[in-house]
């Protein structure tokens, strides 16, 4: 197996002097793998992955990404930010801005790509999350699961190694979750590395290599979906699956 | 048996009319009995009060520099005679009276910039530079000692050109130092922090007449000898560094309204601090705050008329010398102030005029 693209070595975080979010967390994720992050609210999930593009710090352990540690460096977050790109449960689009606009910034205040080629590249990523047509308009002019499939492209323009996922259903009505997960299904077969925290077990299943299930802060069990949700081995994940899917 | 089709209910007018003259007048002005009776007390009290006025303040007026028909008409028409007799003085106050084209030209100049810089088409990297030309045409006019135009030192400055320079001059400088204080206040590093905070507080929590004071008699003590920096520049920075106190603590306001998440996308799509406030959270928090700033605006535009105390004579200034000094019009000075009250109406009705539009353009991207 090549080296791990994102590497949690003994990963310790609170916040503030007495709450132990996250706790000794060891993770190894590999190139192109596809990882389901699921478990309790407050069990350290989204933070765990806050960590990966350093949205929060971690006060112990090492973790690497893409082969850069991630510490106080300031350059080297950089680094890290530009290869990992992320989606966000309520899209945080910029209101501001045109959905053609929310695209370009970072292309071209970043990676200092000329107007038209950045925009060149935002339409393409537009089209592959299928709302090429809706590029001259303002994010709330969009339903939920617009907004969301642009926030995906978004992260795409910077064309990024590792897609991180913060619950990316979890704010939008029933009738649309559908929309945002073909995106990701299709995003997972073009072998980008995937991270996301969800509570969507049939998504799980159709495109996760591994599932991953956090408590209180540890990872509880980590296997493949199908063995998870078959026979999950420890007593707190069974109690997790039979009460999300107990009905 | 097939399953039931969805039928959808075709829309329908509503049953009464909430369109037109008769509906609006019914809804706002006679909707109930307290509406009915408050309309017509209302109606009545202007019927009674309009026409009076209008009789005092323009049929029965003298508009001549008339002194007898003024004494004479005393009591039942004003005396526009008045601001006839004392317009040059009220408006350019103590600058040279042949020499008051000078003052006039600057203005009109002034003005015409301030227009422009109002205006979308014109709002290009030029625009700086046509400021500054702008500024540096306005002082050589004003101060002269050069092509030939005699010195005006700067305490002969007065009325309505020195109010547009002070209010002008200070809005503009004020607005930079307000951001870079409101970023400063939420700033990581303590110091800067603090300091912010220190700058703020200490400013907001004086008079802004004591803080011409101090510009203007105390802060020359502390100068070495000989050394000495110009009144109005130093009633300028003064200003500036009031208007700019209250305006960070506006700007302040609405960086707190900008969510968490916004900060944070910019960080993941690798956005720099510097970036990041300039793209995406000051659009946005400017946005929310532009009636505040405006009102901050019309204030310092209104507070130019406190420098009066150090001697700087702007309109309100010069129409006090200018009545007091003339013992037969005095008794007309409420005229007189009816008139600089219009001018300074029309200038702060435009700003909130302006406000307006600028608020629609920036909430374009809200629309549905």
């Known amino acids: ?247 | 048996m097939s399953a039931p089709t969805f039928q959808p209910i075709p829309p329908r007018p509503a049953p009464t009319n909430t369109e037109g003259l008769l509906a609006w007048l019914r809804s706002n002005l006679f909707g109930d009995w307290k509406t009915a009776s408050s309309t017509i007390i209302l109606g009545g009290l202007l019927l009674w009060f309009v026409p009076q006025f209008l009789n005092w303040s323009l049929v029965s007026a003298v508009w001549a520099p008339d002194l007898k028909a003024c004494r004479a008409a005393e009591g039942f028409g004003a005396c526009w005679g008045v601001v006839a007799e004392k317009n040059r003085l009220i408006i350019f106050g103590r600058y040279p009276f042949e020499q008051q084209w000078r003052p006039l030209v600057a203005t009109l100049l002034m003005l015409a910039m301030l227009v422009a810089s109002c205006m979308r088409p014109f709002w290009k990297p030029w625009l700086a530079g046509a400021w500054l030309a702008v500024l540096v045409i306005f002082f050589v006019l004003m101060y002269g000692n050069t092509l030939g135009l005699a010195k005006v030192e700067t305490d002969r400055w007065g009325g309505l050109p020195l109010t547009i320079l002070l209010s002008a001059l200070s809005i503009v400088m004020a607005f930079p130092i307000a951001l870079v204080v409101a970023l400063g206040r939420r700033s990581d590093l303590p110091a800067i922090r603090a300091f912010c905070t220190i700058y703020v507080e200490l400013i907001r929590g004086v008079p802004l007449i004591s803080v011409l004071f101090m510009a203007s008699f105390m802060f020359p003590l502390f100068m070495p000898q000989g050394l000495t920096i110009d009144v109005l520049i130093r009633v300028l920075v003064g200003i500036t560094l009031f208007a700019a106190a209250y305006l960070a603590e506006v700007i302040r306001g609405g960086l707190q309204a900008i969510p968490k998440g916004q900060i944070e996308a910019a960080a993941t799509l690798g956005l720099s601090y510097w970036q990041t406030q300039r793209k995406i959270v000051l659009p946005q928090a400017l946005a929310m705050v532009v009636p505040s700033i405006v009102n901050s605006f019309i204030s310092i535009f209104k507070d130019t008329s406190l420098v009066s105390i150090v001697s700087l004579y702007e309109l309100t200034g010069a129409l006090d010398m200018a009545i007091n000094a003339d013992a037969n019009w005095k008794p007309f000075k409420l005229q007189g102030y009816l008139f600089i009250a219009l001018i300074y109406f029309i200038f702060c009705f435009s700003m909130s005029r302006y406000s307006q539009w600028v608020e629609k353009q920036v909430n374009i991207s809200k629309q549905r």
Not at chain 1, 5 to 12: A, L, Q, S, Y
Not at chain 1, 119 to 126: N, V, Y
Not at chain 1, 135 to 159: D, E, M, N, W
Not at chain 1, 169 to 184: Q, W
């Open chain 1, 1 to 247: 197996m090549s080296e791990p693209i994102i590497t949690f070595d003994k990963v310790n975080k609170w916040y503030g002097n007495n709450f132990h979010v996250l706790r000794d967390i060891d993770l190894k994720v590999a190139r192109g793998e596809r990882i389901v992050i699921c478990g309790p609210s407050g069990s350290g999930k989204s933070t765990l992955i806050r960590c990966i593009n350093r949205l929060e710090e971690h006060q112990q352990g090492r973790l690497l990404v893409d082969g850069v540690e991630l510490a106080d460096d300031v350059k080297a977050i950089d680094e890290v930010r530009k290869k990992v790109g992320m989606v966000f449960q309520q899209f945080n689009l910029f209101p501001h801005l045109t959905v053609l606009d929310n695209l370009t910034l970072s292309p071209m205040w970043v990676g200092k790509l000329p107007k038209k080629e950045a925009e060149e590249k935002a339409m393409q990523q537009l089209e592959r999350v299928r709302i090429a047509e809706q590029a001259s308009k303002y994010p709330l002019q969009l339903s939920g699961g617009q907004q969301q499939r642009v926030a995906i492209a978004r992260a795409l323009c910077l064309t990024p190694k590792i897609m991180l996922f913060d619950e990316p259903t979890s704010a939008l009505d029933p009738e649309m979750i559908k929309e945002v997960l073909d995106v990701m299904i299709e995003l997972a077969g073009q072998g980008i590395t995937m991270v996301c925290v969800t509570h969507e077990m049939g998504f799980a299943k159709a495109v996760a290599n591994r599932v991953i299930f956090m408590d209180q802060g540890q990872i509880v069990e980590q296997n493949n979906p199908h063995a998870f949700f078959k026979h999950p081995q420890n007593e707190r994940s069974r109690d997790f699956l039979s009460k999300i899917l107990g009905h």
